[in-house]
């Protein structure tokens, strides 16, 4: 007798809940690096300035309301819209702005939305002459998130597949086509 149909269904009870109808989200996170760094002993960047301008295009046919939010508390997503062709940027201001007015802040601006953006940010750094030292552009890719609802807890026992598939039980057929071969009851 082949076990193979009896590890597949197995292994369906170990898939993570998610409704049918859920649906991803592309996620962009992009590095930031702004404001002036004294360098001294322990610090994340050498001494200067530094500087990032996340630039968005929208290259859909349609406008977008997608989210923005800066990976450190409060954790807050913020809306931003544009239509279709449209860019924007998120520049260190705005980043520092959330952030409390850090006069130094490196982290992660991080991006969600259901339609593909062009996202790429500009780094530049200020050396202690005053003009720029450095200069570099990083297009950021995304990466598929699944929206998952949380799992619920119950006090139920875990559904473990019957050693003799009920469908083979009931009907005399086992096969990969057999419409209920994954009803649960």
């Known amino acids: ?54 630039n ?4 859909n046919r349609d406008s977008l309301v997608f989210q923005f939010k800066v990976a450190a508390p409060p954790f807050q997503f913020f809306p931003l819209v544009l ?4 860019a924007l940027s998120v520049t260190c201001s705005r980043i520092q702005k959330i952030l409390g007015g850090a006069p130094f802040a490196e982290g992660f601006a991080v991006f969600h939305s259901r339609l593909p953006l062009d996202v790429v940010a500009v780094y530049t750094a200020m050396g202690v002459g005053g ?6 552009v990083v297009r950021t890719p995304a ?8 799992c619920t807890t119950t006090t139920a026992k875990p559904w473990i597949p ?3 598939p009920p469908v083979l039980a009931r009907h005399g057929v086992w096969g990969a086509n057999t419409s209920d071969i994954f009803s649960v009851g």
């Open 143 to 150: 990466r598929t998130i699944a929206t998952t609802p949380a």
């Open 1 to 54: 007798m082949r076990k193979t149909p009896l590890l597949a269904i197995g292994m369906l009870a170990l898939l993570p809940c998610r409704p049918a109808h859920a649906q991803d989200t592309l996620e962009y996170a992009v590095k930031f690096v702004c404001g002036r760094s004294s360098g001294g002993p322990g610090a994340p960047v050498a001494p200067g300035t530094y500087f990032t301008s996340i």
């Open 56 to 59: 968005i295009h929208n290259p």
């Open 83 to 86: 239509r279709s062709d449209q």
């Open 131 to 136: 003009l720029v030292s450095t200069e570099e």
């Open 162 to 164: 019957d050693t003799f």
